[in-house]
């Protein structure tokens, strides 16, 4: 920690830089604690509400590798997560998906709502069939992953 004296040397640009490494280092100690709720249909047929929590790296590289999807389906999935309010527009970006590679994508998601949801840990098992697109693409839209 720097004393008033160092303090009062520094430059505006110093200061400002401290401010934003500050800011910076915040943001690595949450890590992924970041997290939204979702209502969700489980199997029991009721509606549940479960926290959707931001992937971290690991989670979301994995969650591609295991769906075999390629950086072009990626990038399409991407636009569909932020167009699933509009029916429309998220039923156009499906078709332009290759929809012989529709499964990749459902795996893709369920891949993503498994390491998004902690609680309860075998959320797939539970929920009603499609609800896994809902938390999926929740879950990337928090998580803002990174452009291919």
């Known amino acids: 920690m720097m004393s008033q004296e160092e303090t ?6 110093q200061l400002a ?8 280092a915040e943001k690595i100690e949450l ?3 970041y997290h939204e709720s979702v209502t969700v249909r489980w199997t029991d047929r009721q509606e549940h509400t479960v926290e959707v929590y931001a992937l971290n790296g690991r989670q979301f ?3 591609v590798k295991n769906s075999g ?3 072009n389906q990626l990038d399409k999935l991407s ?8 029916q429309t527009k998220a039923k156009k970006t499906l078709e332009d998906i290759d929809l012989d590679r529709f ?12 390491a998004a949801v902690k609680d309860p840990p075998d959320i797939l098992s539970m929920l009603a069939p499609g609800e896994d697109l809902k938390v999926g693409a929740k879950a990337l839209e928090i998580t803002n992953p990174p452009k291919t």
């Open 31 to 33: 890590g992924t604690a």
């Open 17 to 24: 830089a401290d401010k934003e490494n500050r800011a910076i």
């Open 79 to 86: 636009k569909l997560a932020q167009k699933l309010s509009d």
């Open 61 to 63: 590289r994995d969650a």
């Open 103 to 114: 499964d990749k994508l459902q795996d893709f998601l369920a891949e993503i709502a498994a």
């Open 69 to 71: 999807l390629t950086s």
């Open 8 to 13: 009062d040397h520094r430059t505006p640009r």
